[in-house]
């Protein structure tokens, strides 16, 4: 199970903090991916994380102001977001990614971000 | 930036073979993966390494890649295949995972 926490309302410029708990599987076996889909939208990909925290892959639009990160130990991923824009408003989903295969195969349920004043 | 696209919507009758498209350069040198998506739920792998299903993805979703062009087919189409279809391809140029446009089917 991949249960994501922390999205909420935030308003234009400011800071939130995703996380992505992990169970029922160890999380250091896979590498991870966050996926956001704002409303009535397509998926977009987000970010990439290795298996023991690198390397770190970003979509273009987002460089500098996303950071993803996780601690093994605690089975979590997490996706630190600044400088938040209205266009950032999405459903935020973490994703599995088994070494080698380029896909996702195991998704959590999102965690909702709007980003309103 | 590298883009894949595909068809907005596909439309197909009960039994019959849904085909959709996902167009990029050189696609067929990366390789492919489909998710299903049904309104309000989280993706579902349907099909990765271009042809492979994961485990408990019914024999009627099928995938092959070459050129520039991926498809996935159902055949026997059911209604509860009725949802939004993505692929989804890793550029090695650019470290970046890409999504398809996605296409809505619709089992009429």
């Known amino acids: 199970q991949l249960v994501e926490s922390g999205g909420g309302l935030v308003q234009p410029g400011g800071s939130l903090r995703l996380s992505c708990e992990a169970s029922?599987?160890?999380?250091?076996?896979?590498?991870m991916n966050w996926v956001r889909q704002a409303p009535g939208k397509g998926l977009e990909w987000v970010s990439y994380?290795?298996?023991?925290?690198?390397?770190?892959y970003y979509a273009d639009s987002l460089k500098g102001r996303f950071s993803i990160s996780r601690d093994n130990a605690k089975n979590s991923l997490y996706l630190q977001m600044n400088s938040l824009r209205a266009e950032d408003t999405a459903v935020y989903f973490c994703?599995?990614?088994?070494?080698?295969?380029?896909?996702?195969?195991?998704w959590g349920q999102g965690t909702l971000v709007t980003v309103s004043s | 930036s590298y883009e894949l696209t595909q068809p907005p919507s596909v439309s197909v009758s009960p039994g019959q073979t849904a085909s959709i498209t996902c167009s990029g350069d050189?696609?067929?040198?990366?390789?492919t993966c489909w998710y299903q998506q049904k309104p309000g739920q989280s993706p579902v792998l349907v099909i990765y390494?271009?042809?492979k299903r994961p485990s408990g993805i019914p024999e009627r979703f099928f995938g092959y890649s070459s050129g520039n062009t991926a498809t996935l087919t159902i055949s026997g189409t059911q209604a509860m295949d009725e949802a939004d279809y993505y692929c989804?391809?890793?550029?090695?140029?650019?470290?970046?995972?890409?999504f398809g446009t996605g296409t809505k089917v619709t089992v009429l």
């Open positions: 994703a599995r990614e088994t070494t080698g295969t380029n896909s996702c195969d195991f």
């Open positions: 029922g599987f160890t999380l250091s076996s896979y590498e």
């Open positions: 994380v290795g298996r023991s925290g690198s390397p770190t």
């Open positions: 050189n696609l067929g040198e990366k390789f």
């Open positions: 390494q271009d042809v």
């Open positions: 989804q391809a890793w550029d090695s140029r650019t470290k970046s995972t890409v």
